[in-house]
């Protein structure tokens, strides 16, 4: 019988090194000595499944996605169908990220802002492409158990092995403090509806906003730069107990902080495997908001209107200088190129991944235009200008609408199951890189997530800008993962096969040029 040998018994990733513990190369030579006693048709004195290590469990996630765990896939082959594959692939990618992309197609312009849509989806999907096919490419060496960070290693040694884990510690991390900044947003917002309801306060919000009963208000005008997002309000009943409250319940002072309470010992954990059972909670939650839009926009109405360059009072022109904003959110929002190996390795129909994986980017795309087209159409203006549009479109609603809390509610719980999901994956990655074990004592654990969660608790108090945020984590590990890595790969592996040609060197060269100014520009406008 194969035997496996656990990462935590890999001492070191050096070939001149001792590379397993004695521990595990005892039990291997154990079992290899027993199972030659007899022959192998007796099954006698066959190790036993309970001696055997228990293979390491493998989590995919997208950044803004949700992370779940995968079966390993045995005798080489998956056991799903295409459709199961292609719906696992688009419940990973899609996330929080549909939150901003109405925001980003009124940064590029409404026109614009779809054709961005349409070129981002096809370019990430064909380097998402050359990321599958990236292991086929390397000759006389079995490559069926290879990740995309095994690629890298190939190709470019410990400067791809190092690189890959930094960029993908980036889109961790910077994941992780999108999160804290929308849970502290959703906590708040959640609480405060709860609290008003309950001591029945007469709640009025001050900023600017429409009237009715479907309510939209623009809370970057009251707050005199964007997106604050608070509300002032008064209240007509115990005017004490209310100003209390807003005291101790504040959205960027107070709340970032209770949620240390809550998350920061369920980071601590060894195992997340309980927080993958609720991932169907990411697909709960997707639904919920194209409903929400639906509804919204049926009963907003449409108010476009067209003008290429020109601005005024309530509308944007059809293309905009800020455009890259949406290009950076969008690298992340279709970044699925760190797992999309392990997904499609589960396909029951190998010869089918390159149609699957195309539909998957399909149905994301559209879903992303669905929701970005509809909530910048429908957006009431006039009486308000579309730069009122948020970088989180669901405080475009004030905190006492009900669908915008049965949203607020489901997000925050999926967010608060894929967070710890997403530490243990930041954990593994970096810890068992630099010692070996991805838990080598609970100092050592304890460290990284209350640095992590200080990164969140910061950026939540001082920068709670999910849009900013978004495109810079996702312009700088697309950078890698999305356009150079992929491309060189390409290149190289083609000119070693000596069939490298002029156009496709040019067109490869392109794409990480596009990948790099992607990443200048965030910093420039």
Known sequence: RPFHVEPTNIVSVNDDMQRVTDEASAMNKRIHYYSRLTSPADRALIAPDHVLPAPDEIYVYSP??????????????????????????????????????????????FTSGIILILLMGILTLYCCYRVVKSRKMIPLIDTSNWEFPDVCKYYFGSFGQWSSLLFSMVSLVGAMVVYWVLM?????????????????????????????SNKVICPSAASGHPPQNRSVMFSSGNS?????????????????????????????????????????????????????????????????????????DFFVPEFRILFPQL??????????????????????????????????????????????????????????????????????????????????????????????????????????????????????????????????????????????????????????????????IYVISLHRAGQLTWPALIIHIFIILLGLANLIAQFLL
């Open 240 to 312: 004490t107990g209310f100003e209390l409250f807003e005291e101790w319940w504040n959205k960027s002072q107070t709340v970032p902080f209770y949620l240390i309470a809550v998350l920061l010992p369920l980071l601590n954990l060894k195992s997340p495997s309980f927080f993958a059972k609720f991932n169907v909670l990411g697909t709960v939650s997707v639904v919920y908001l194209v409903f929400l839009v639906t509804v919204k926009a049926a009963r907003l109405g449409i108010h476009l209107e067209y003008n290429w360059f020109t601005e005024n």
């Open 327 to 488: 290009t950076g959110v969008l690298t992340l929002a279709f970044f699925i190129h760190n797992c999309v190996i392990t997904l499609l390795q589960n396909n029951r129909n190998q010869e089918n991944n390159v149609r699957d994986l195309s539909v998957a980017y399909f149905l994301v795309g559209l879903t992303y235009l669905y929701v970005g087209v509809i909530i910048f159409a429908s957006f009431p203006s006039p009486p308000l200008s579309k730069e009122c549009i948020e970088q989180n479109f669901l405080d475009n609603f004030p905190s006492d609408d009900i669908m915008s809390f049965v949203a607020r509610i489901f997000l925050l719980f999926q967010m608060m199951t894929v967070y710890p999901l997403l530490g243990y994956l930041a954990r593994v990655q970096l810890l068992r890189q630099f010692f070996g074990n991805a838990y080598p004592s609970v100092f050592h654990v304890l460290v990284l997530n209350v640095a992590i969660v200080g990164a969140g608790v910061a950026m939540a108090r001082f920068y709670p800008n999910i849009g900013g945020i978004i495109r810079y984590s996702g312009a700088t590990c697309g950078l890698a993962f999305v356009f150079v890595y992929p491309s060189l």
């Open 64 to 109: 803004l996605g949700t992370a779940f765990k995968v079966d390993s896939c045995t005798d080489g082959y998956g056991k799903n169908s295409s459709i199961v594959t292609i719906f696992m692939i688009w419940n990973t990618m899609m996330g929080t990220s549909i939150l901003s992309i109405p925001w980003g197609i009124k940064q590029a312009g």
């Open 184 to 212: 502290s947003n959703f906590l708040f917002n959640t609480g405060k509806f709860i609290y008003n309801f309950f001591h029945y306060i007469n709640v009025t919000d001050i900023v600017p906003g429409t009237n009715g």
